[in-house]
């Protein structure tokens, strides 16, 4: 059974930080894309940065600079540094994992709110 399990989430001021973890179980995880994405009230859910197996990492325009996507295929788990973070960042931030012959996992997602 695969399992995309998200950590970290919770309530951080403007300006600050937070780790995300992705656990993942029962997938081959070195072979996997893996993403974070997220959803804001009323928006539709959006990639925020995602690294391929070889360790190429990919950010939409908001977050470049002040996040940072890495991975630990030992550990099977994919992380997501977030620094400066803004109001707009708030979001439940959801972890995907995709493998080259398209199969894809969701996790169920950790809620960040950033207060002003």
């Known amino acids: 059974q695969v399992q995309l399990v998200e950590s970290g989430g919770g309530l951080v001021q403007a300006g600050g930080s937070l780790r995300l973890s992705c656990a993942a179980s029962?997938?081959?995880?070195?072979?996997?894309?893996m993403g974070w994405y997220r959803q804001a009230p009323g928006k539709q859910r959006d990639l925020v940065a995602d690294?391929?197996?070889?360790?190429?990492?990919n950010y939409a325009d908001s977050v470049k600079g002040r996040f940072t996507i890495s991975r630990d295929n030992a550990k099977s788990t994919v992380y997501l540094q977030m620094n400066s973070l803004k109001p707009d960042d708030t979001a439940v931030y959801y972890c995907?994992?995709?493998?080259?012959?398209?199969?894809?996992?969701w996790g169920k997602g950790a809620l960040v709110t950033v207060s002003s």
């Open positions: 995907k994992g995709r493998a080259s012959y398209g199969m894809e996992h």
């Open positions: 029962g997938i081959i995880f070195s072979l996997y894309t």
């Open positions: 690294i391929t197996s070889g360790g190429t990492t």
